[in-house]
């Protein structure tokens, strides 16, 4: 097959699905619908793998803007390749919007997982939906919106330019709206994808002015310039943003202010402090589209957007990557402490997925664009991406078949499952290894990785924050297992005549499919060596006094988690009990909601609304009324001269004719 | 001769008493006595001046045909109205025709 004519297909087929479907709900039915969207999606991930197959291991070249024939592979370098880029929207010669197709190794991997998770996930909801059955007429809506979001998130992944890449973040938006608020009569439902919507899109609005400021002042949208970092062109790369570094504003370069602006944008689809607010709360929506959305793809595009433009940051703006780092060594601590006291188990992956982006974010943070030891940072992340992905997604759908069952969400009503449910058990437990880092399940290479490029480049307080954190997440990771399938069982559970069971294989699948990859994910080939900043092939060191702590770490978070929640006893209440108003805290998440509920409440709704309210209300207001005041009078005034008494008409008229043949005359 | 001034007077008096009865009379069938009284004192001057001024030529009697022949049509259209104006509101006087609606 011919890379360019079926590249099309993996954008035009999942949009055109969304329009189907779309129009098609009240004519199929939602089963009807599942197997269409499904099918499609099947046909769109196995090109997305065929492409990135090629892209790494296969050998072919499309021809550039410029004539040129660009290999996939030239050498130890894989070559940033545009398959195709129409033009969208020419504005001015310079000010073009293009549409394309832009394949790297980042990108080639985002669709690996795009398409994988999501196909997953259309698996699975067919069987969740479907017995969740009380709302078969949304099923067709439900798999609509999943088509458009995968169209979104592949668009955005393979985009080629900055103003694509936001079209398409704005869309990937609306589908996670729309997904959070899928059960529209829940009340809750509305407002968490109300919030969602508002922070994000307020993150957004810093994105814009970002992309505003950097392409005003480099005259360009593409990433292949902007990016451009082969040895003539780093000068240019230079040259290209040297432009908004001479300027400064506020005392800070101008390119310190874009770039942090973009990465303020990437903060808020990745749930960064302060933005995290909106990813607890968008636990409502339907557990396989928290699964695909608030854990495995979209969640990661701010990590994403900071590796695409990774060579802007480190070269030009290494002070922002310095930020970075801190806001998200902060973040993945803060989210990490929050989890501890969360009694939903969903909020507990909310809280973790949180802390594991965050991770992303400290490793890229802490890279450099140069060499292979100050760009390992960069391929960690990367390769976290991937594994949490794939192993976060498996925790969210293992957390649906568990939901299915007990049909709720609080860990109080679950424990002892391990008997009834041993598949999603399994898969969990493997999960919850992988998250905590224990060899040699995927988690453990990525996390690995970050800590040690973490220590390798210096940071070493960072390190240590991130090392305990690690450890943390292993306390609380088994908390949730233990509590789920051991601690104590349910009374109900062995009475009822509905006991708790494995969910049916479009269930189960997924599950197993993503613990394979879980757990076979050191023998995946070629990973590690091609997702590199510079595009050569590395070989991943291997730093044993730091993978040794992170174990020990983690094997002691696992074993209090074990002490304390393995079998019911009295510890943890004793524990709580000693610091009651600290564990209150925590449980209501540090009060940042309440934060910024006060923020909102009473700065801008008390403060500028007000102002804004006063001025619409007295001048705006004010003004109209003053017309019809206006003309009110004047018309109250002169209204008696049209008294339809056609003898007073008669009258003036006479008077009139008088009075101009008087002045005629004198 | 009788000089052309008191056929002015006359037609002036004529005018003006029209028009004080078109202002001041209440019924519509007065108002139209009125209009004719005014329409005779402009056929009253077309005479005079074209007796005076162009003895030789008949275009101002032709003319103050015309207005006769037009009051009457004017009269005949007039007539009819009235008679609706009566039959709708019981009455023929001025006032209750001044709305627009109904």
Known sequence: MEITSIAPLVLLLPFLMFIFLGLTAHKFSGQTSAKIGTTAFGIVAILCYYIAGQYFFGNFSVTDANGFEVFNKTGEVYNQMTIFNWTWMQMTENLVIHIGFYLDPISAMMLVVIATVSLMVHIYSYGYMFEHGHFDEGMSRYYAVLSLFSFAMLGLVLATNIFQMYIFWELVGVSSFLLIGYYFFKPAAVSACKKAFIVTRFADMFFLIGILILSYHTQTFDFDKLNADNAKLVIESFAITEGCRGITFLGFPLITIATFCIFLGGAGKSAMFPFHIWLPDAMEGPTPSSALIHAATMVVAGVFLVARLFPVYSFSAPEVLNAICYIGAFTALFAAIIAVAQTDIKRVLAFSTISQIAYMMVALGVARFGNHETELGFTASMMHLFTHAMFKAMLFLCCGCIIHCVESNEMSKMGGLWKYMPKTAWCFLIGCLAIAGIPPFSGFFSKGEILSACMENGYTAIYVVMTFTAGLTAFYMFRLFFHIFFYEENPEYATSHHKPHDQGWQMTLPLIVFAVVTVVFFLLPGFNKAITATRTEMEMPTNWTVEGISIAVALLGIGIAYLLYFKKNEKPANIMAKCPALCEFVYNRMKIDEIWYGITRSFIFGVICKAIAWFDHNCIDGFMNFCAFVTQKTSLGTKDAQSGNVQQYVWVFIMGVITIAFLALY | ?102
Not at chain 2, 34 to 46: D, G, H, P, T
Not at chain 2, 65 to 70: E, Q, T
């Open chain 2, 1 to 102: 001769m009788i000089p052309v001034q008191f056929y002015l007077v006359i037609s002036t008096l004529l005018f003006f008493i029209g028009v004080f009865g078109f202002i001041s009379r209440k019924n519509l069938i007065g108002l139209l006595m009125s209009i004719e009284l005014i329409l005779n004192a402009v056929n009253i001057n077309f005479v005079a001046f074209n007796r005076y001024l162009f003895p030789e030529q008949i275009e101002g009697y032709i003319y103050s045909l015309f207005v006769i022949v037009v009051a009457a049509a004017e009269t005949a259209v007039a007539m009819a109205i009235i008679m609706n104006v009566y039959r709708k509101f019981g009455n023929e006087t001025v006032k209750s025709i001044k709305e627009l609606k109904n």
